[in-house]
RNA sequence: GCGGGUAUGGCGGAAUUGGCAGACGCGCUAGACUUAGGAUCUAGUGUCCCAGACGUGCAGGUUCAACUCCUGUUACCCGCACCA
């Protein structure tokens, strides 16, 4: 019977530290293969989304490993931001400290799940030696104009102390202490990641990735082509205030546009608060605008509120009249002015009628002709528009540029000061990392001011450019700042001088396969698109692409359908399983369940299957006879082979462990397996249970399975291969008859001719047809006008 | 609303990409061994009017051949609706 604790203890000992496990940079003759797992969250205990998560990626790095590359296979933790902030608020532990003891746990247990990641190349995003080129990244973002302040309203809770969405904040309630929400100004550091839109999609569409993701991406980015028309702003004399570019992708309704209308957010509206004759009206409506949530405005469209600005104007480029200004909450602060044409838009003519706004009509006949003249008219009349230059073609995207701040202490600080004299100004290279100072007052600020701010010795700091006493930047960055380039740290990640040596990068290139979960593939994947992109532009980094491939880990579900994580109480541990059933069994089983972007409901049906099957490789060891391979299993081996290799490789465990126990089953009826067929089993399973495969081997072997070779396709070793060949007649399967493979359609049927049985079956048919796919089917039709039409 | 994906036994899921539908496992049924069985072994297990016919959400189509391709349709899941 098989000891799976003894075993599983014995072998993870064993592999802590091995050599085996660790990357090795330029290896003189192994190709490279990089697998990567995304950041462990660093707040909490591995869970049963990460038992799906990581073993795939484990079971690819340790075949690539047997099959001869040089694999790198790193792990990390995203250390700074909220997770770590609130959990280190939550137990009174400070963050650093929290931290550290959160990064040690989750190594500990990636061990017990049997993981080989090259534990030397660990980093989390809180080390000060990797922040520091974190910060890096963002002098250069700065540097080339790609990172930008401005101001901005947000939603701001103060007994929270914190911003609130408008989803988080409706009707003016904080949706956690139902307390009031204030409106305040605040600067945003923006990283211009909108100019980076196509180059985006652009590794949308090279990456190696579902399609349900990449239109997610494609979706988040949304870019809509159309036409930009500018109307001329004016106050009530008729003085040029500016120009409002309004975006359309049916430009030729502007004849038929009457009035203009825009977002509460609306800059314009905005700036030329004092021209506006109903300001409080204005600004009332603004505020109770902002307290909606953005589902809200879109869905409740009957809710739909407005209101009308008065004291300024646009002009109908087209008809040269002037036309009203309307703010409506359906349209949302990204989508931008929209021109009204009440004439032809139901819903723009009840805004018009509140409003005594009359609607313009177009007059054209051919507008007003069947749908083929009409199309013609509109693409002319577009044209001429464009010509004319009134309108020009657009392209509007939803994405925008990145909000990079926030209010917290918990995040990497801004190597930037402010300085009376010269402005926003960076630190200079040599000094950084410019350190989180430590304190014990991390608690966000009632005014919602970073704690940072309260630090008045880290504050104040000397200009670096003119020496005058300066301020430092008290907001720090986001939490997906370090995520957004670790995999480039992985190449080399103790280095003191670069974020990476340029010829680490060049070796190791491009991640092979990046795994993890969905939930980040718009933010996070897209994230680090951009600033490997920006890296590649300043000649940082060799490539632009910093994924070949993404996998999208699906999600355990509870037995309610539900997301499974550690917040839900009937969550179960990967280590409880572990403890109950054994690692090896643990990761077969939640693999066999479905495959690795699948949902699946986590359940312990099934389990005694897999321990099952567990027990009968252990106890392949009493049936060994023989050594070479047998003829008998020869092309069983062969189909393993060929299955257990492209499955790992396609992430499909649960088609590569069926397989194995289908072997399994056939050695057992056979009642023995050779040595070398036990061998090379051991080797195909190895990947997917490390341990048992592990003891076995050693124990027949003496040797370690990890200096094995991953078993190839071996013709010579076949004398005749036989395949079962389907004999139908008019498509219904008759015979299965084995044949030798490679057989043409006239040998095929020479061969059945020596059959007594089928020989006379076939000689009563009249075959009008015969459809024959090599080495599977043949198909002989023998009825006329059966399948005739009409 | 727009876009993408999915739909196969009692259950989880296979199907080499147009070629034996239901691999593998659970569950279930019967039997064996047992004081016992939530252990092990053996056999069976899509449905039905069972020498046959019908079966991959539904309705059509293409083809010698359709889970697979095309058209339409329904249900569910995901993304977008500034948590950036």
């Known amino acids: 019977m098989y000891n799976f604790k003894e075993v599983e203890e014995k072998w993870q000992e064993k592999w802590d530290g091995d050599e085996h496990f660790k990357a090795i940079d330029f290896h003189p003759t192994k190709p490279k293969y990089y697998v990567l797992y995304e950041f462990y969250n660093v707040s909490g205990n591995l869970h049963m989304g990460h038992l799906k998560g990581t073993v795939p990626a484990d079971a690819l790095a340790r075949m690539k490993r047997l099959q001869g590359y040089n694999v790198l296979f790193p792990i990390g933790g995203d250390a700074f931001g909220l997770p770590a902030e609130n959990a280190a608020l939550k137990t009174g532990i400070n963050p650093k400290d929290f931290v550290a003891k959160g990064m040690k746990n989750v190594v500990n247990q990636s061990k017990k799940l049997g993981l080989s990641f090259d534990y030397d190349r660990t980093i989390a995003t809180s080390d000060e030696d990797y922040y520091k080129w974190t910060q890096w990244i963002f002098l250069q973002l700065l540097k080339n104009e790609k990172a930008y302040k401005e101001k901005g309203i947000v939603n701001f809770c103060p007994n929270c102390k914190t911003v609130l969405s408008n989803e988080d904040s409706q009707d003016g309630i904080c949706d956690r202490c139902h307390g009031k929400v204030v409106q305040e100004d605040r600067w945003v550091w923006y990283l211009k990641m909108k100019e980076y839109a196509e180059k985006l999609l652009e590794n949308v569409d090279r990456i190696d990735m579902s399609e349900n993701l990449k239109e997610s991406q494609r979706n988040w980015i949304g870019k809509k082509e159309g036409y930009e028309i500018p109307f001329e702003i004016v106050d009530e004399e008729g003085n040029h205030l500016g120009v409002e570019n309004i975006f359309t992708q049916e ?42 949530s953005a589902m809200d405005r879109m869905t409740k469209t009957k809710d739909t509120t407005s209101c009308l600005v008065r004291g300024i104007y646009a002009i109908n480029p087209f008809t040269k009249k002037r036309i009203p200004l309307i703010m409506t909450d359906s349209i949302l602060a990204t989508t931008g002015t929209e021109m009204g044409i009440p004439a032809y838009r139901q819903k723009h003519q009840e805004m018009a009628d509140q409003y005594g706004i009359l609607p313009q009509y177009i007059t054209a006949p051919e507008f007003e002709g069947d749908a083929e003249t009409s199309k013609k008219w509109q693409q002319e009349f577009t044209k001429q528009l464009i010509d004319s230059g009134l309108a020009k073609k657009s392209v509007s995207y939803k994405m925008q540029d990145w909000p990079f701040n926030r209010q917290r202490y918990w995040g990497e600080p801004f190597p930037v000061v402010f300085c009376p004299e010269c402005g926003t100004v960076p630190l200079k290279e040599e000094d950084l990392p410019l350190t989180l100072p430590e304190t014990n007052d991390y608690k966000p600020r009632e005014d919602g001011s970073s704690p940072l701010s309260k630090i008045t010795d880290w504050v104040n700091c000397k200009c670096p450019k ?44 491009s991640v092979d396969c990046y795994t993890g979960g969905t939930e980040h593939i718009t933010r996070h994947v897209l994230y680090a698109f951009f600033w490997q992109n920006f890296l590649y532009e300043i000649g940082a ?13 699906g999600l355990i579900l509870d037995t309610e359908g539900k997301k499974m994580s550690k917040s839900s109480t009937n969550g179960v541990s990967p280590m409880e399983v572990i403890d109950k059933y054994g690692c090896d069994a643990a990761r077969l089983h939640i693999h066999f369940l479905g495959g690795y972007e699948d949902n699946t409901a986590w359940t312990y049906n099934g389990i005694n299957g897999i321990t099952g099957f567990l027990n009968k490789v252990w106890d392949l060891q009493d049936i060994v006879q023989g050594e070479e391979i047998s003829d008998k299993h020869a092309q069983a081996l062969e189909e393993l082979t060929k ?3 492209s499955d790992i490789e396609a992430l499909k465990l649960n088609t590569a462990i069926a397989s194995c126990m289908g072997f399994v089953n056939q050695m057992k009826r056979d009642k023995y397996i050779t040595k070398e067929e036990l061998r090379r089993f051991l080797i195909l399973l190895n990947p997917l249970a490390p341990h048992i495969t592990s003891e076995i081997y050693e124990k027949t072997f003496g040797e370690n399975i990890l200096d094995a070779e991953w078993p190839k396709e071996d013709q010579k070793n076949q004398s005749v291969q036989m395949t079962n060949i389907v004999i139908c007649v008019n498509n219904k399967k008759k015979f299965v008859v084995p044949c030798p493979k490679g057989l043409s359609k006239e040998q095929l049927l020479d061969y059945l001719a020596l059959q007594d049985d089928i020989n006379a079956f076939l000689s009563n048919l009249e075959a009008q047809n015969i459809y024959h796919v090599p080495d599977k089917m043949i198909n002989i039709v023998t009825k006329k006008n059966v399948y005739e039409k009409k």
Request: with cysteine; aromatic share 14%; proline share 8%.
């Open 541 to 553: 980094v060799p490539t632009r692409d910093p994924f070949k491939r993404k996998m999208g880990s």
């Open 643 to 645: 299955k257990v290799t």
């Open 251 to 292: 430009a030729y309704f502007l004849p038929g546009a009457a009035y203009l209308s825009m977002a509460p957010e609306s800059r314009l509206i905005e700036k030329w608060m004092e021209k506006v004759a109903n300001s409080d009206q204005v600004k009332e409506y603004k505020k109770q605008a902002s307290f909606r």
């Open 466 to 509: 003119c020496g005058h006493d300066a301020k430092r930047e008290t907001d720090t960055m986001p939490n997906w700042a370090g995520s957004s380039w670790y995999w480039l740290r992985y190449c080399d990640p103790h280095n003191p001088n670069q974020l990476a040596d340029p010829e680490k990068l060049k070796y190791w290139g």
